[in-house]
């Protein structure tokens, strides 16, 4: 029986649909003692991808099925429901799907299917939809309906839908992992425009810790509330994060999202209050120079502090660092900047090696690289690309290295190619990465491509003839 309900999941990924619901009936017909091992989200799919002929077949014989063997079979009803539900015949969808909840009790997919068809019988059953909403966040449902939810809610009398609402909240409240509940909640009001509840519900699930929160929607959310509404809604989540200074991620996840819709200037506002708080976050700091970068050169100075305190707080978050960007705001600066630069660079690269590297990790080699890169010392940060290659030749940026040695004199490029030939990833992780001599060989050509000519190459490089 395994065997063909893991059959028919492989098949439904595949989109063989019919050779899908083939043996998901098959492993129905058998003996189950584990219902769980049915994917309904599968067998839906299966299901609906099926011609209405096909449907109608397959309803027929799954109902030929749990005659045979009704009560050892009940948990199929919920097959059933999804099929019915599917077909929009939504009563007799509420009636399988009623039996597959007492069938199967502490099964939120029977309470979220059986309150859809509720809901797709109109007006008159919102009350049971939402009863039965409310009973699959209660087994643990982090997810409904929620379009539907809000429709049948404003439906109903105003002392309904408080009463509702507060058995929602009691809900969540003793179940703090299914704040996702109040996410989806506010998605689902974003989508019907209706900004401000969208906004309440977020504010909602940030208070009780949630992380998963959309800030698009929040962004866009926000910016369509009245001025008051703002400036309210920012001094609620002001509040919220200083009671749990753990949520300062909002206000990153905030910025971030006003990045990219390249609102720089206000993205630095978030990313510094962000930063403002307490412990400190890294993050924080990279996102803001990312933003003061994107508002001109009169804002670089600023952006490389940003990037220092970041690196100085974690020298990790040098995987942030576009080596790019940094370049172009540090060839910017007055030389008495620099200097200052690069001697707080170095005050943080002594400590880098005893604080972050360990011998096997090619992480850490690839993030002693970059700083180095950063400080100007390329052929240093060579070396470190190559130890981390000699780890794992899939954890380092060519890229990164390419550029690092075009920074060289022509004669220093080709000793460091020659040498880079002559190491061997000793670890490579699946999947099997490209062999080391065919990778130098292309990154030869590329240098000698950026060279414009192979003179000062060594022999070996200019013919491009490595051999791995």
Not at 268 to 274: D, I, P, T
Request: aromatic letters at 10%; glycine letters at 4%; proline letters at 5%.
């Amino acid at each position: 029986m395994r065997g063909h309900a893991y059959w028919a999941t492989a098949l439904a990924h595949q989109e063989k649909y019919p050779e899908a619901i083939e043996q998901y009936l098959i492993a129905i017909s058998l003996d189950l003692p584990n219902p769980g091992l049915i994917d309904y989200e599968g067998w839906n799919s299966a299901f609906q991808a099926l011609p209405a002929s096909e449907q109608e077949a397959t309803a027929d014989k799954l109902q030929q099925i749990v005659d045979q063997k009704p009560e050892e079979r009940a948990y199929t009803y919920l097959l059933w429901g999804n099929v019915l539900g599917t077909q929009q015949k939504y009563a007799e969808a509420s009636e399988k799907y009623e039996k597959a909840a007492k069938a199967l009790p502490s099964s939120p997919e029977a309470y979220t299917g059986w309150a859809s068809a509720l809901y797709q019988q109109g007006k008159q059953k919102y009350p049971e939809a939402i009863e039965k909403y409310l009973k699959a966040v209660e087994l643990g449902s982090n997810w409904i309906d929620y379009d539907n939810w809000n429709s049948a809610l404003q439906a109903l009398p105003d002392q309904v839908q408080t009463a509702a609402v507060e058995k929602l909240q009691r809900i969540v409240d003793s179940k703090p992992e299914l704040t996702r509940v109040f996410v989806s909640w506010g998605d689902g009001l974003y989508a019907e425009k209706k900004y401000p509840e969208a906004i309440e519900k977020y504010l909602k699930a940030i208070d009780l810790g949630s992380d998963s929160i959309n800030y698009d929607n929040w962004n866009s959310a926000f910016q369509a509330l009245r001025e008051n509404e703002q400036k309210a809604t920012a001094e609620g989540l002001q509040r919220i994060v200083e009671s749990k200074p753990n949520l300062a991620g909002v206000y990153v996840g905030w910025g971030y999202a006003l990045y990219l819709q390249k609102n720089y200037s206000e993205a630095s506002q978030k990313y510094e209050k962000a930063a403002k708080q307490l412990p400190p976050a890294a993050g924080a700091y990279t996102g803001w120079a990312d933003a003061l970068y994107q508002q001109g050169k009169e804002l670089y100075p600023a952006a490389i502090e940003k990037y220092l305190k970041a690196l100085e707080l974690d020298p990790n978050s040098i995987d942030s660092v576009d080596y790019r960007t940094w370049n172009s705001m540090f060839e910017a600066l007055s030389e008495r900047e620099q200097k200052a630069t690069v001697e707080k660079l170095q005050q943080i690269l002594d400590k880098y090696p005893q604080a972050v590297v360990e011998p096997d990790d090619a992480g850490a080699y690839v993030r002693l690289g970059k700083t180095f890169f950063l400080l100007q010392k390329y052929s240093e940060a060579i070396e470190q690309f190559l130890k981390a290659a000699e780890l794992d030749l899939t954890s380092i940026e060519w890229d990164e290295w390419i550029e690092a040695l075009d920074k060289l004199p022509k004669d220093e490029q080709g000793k460091q190619i020659e040498k880079c030939i002559r190491r061997r990833t000793t670890r490579p992780r699946p999947p099997t990465p490209m062999p080391t001599g065919v990778m130098v060989s292309s990154l030869a050509r590329k240098i000698a491509k950026l060279s414009r000519n192979t003179e000062g190459l060594p022999s070996s490089i200019r013919n491009s003839s490595v051999r791995s």
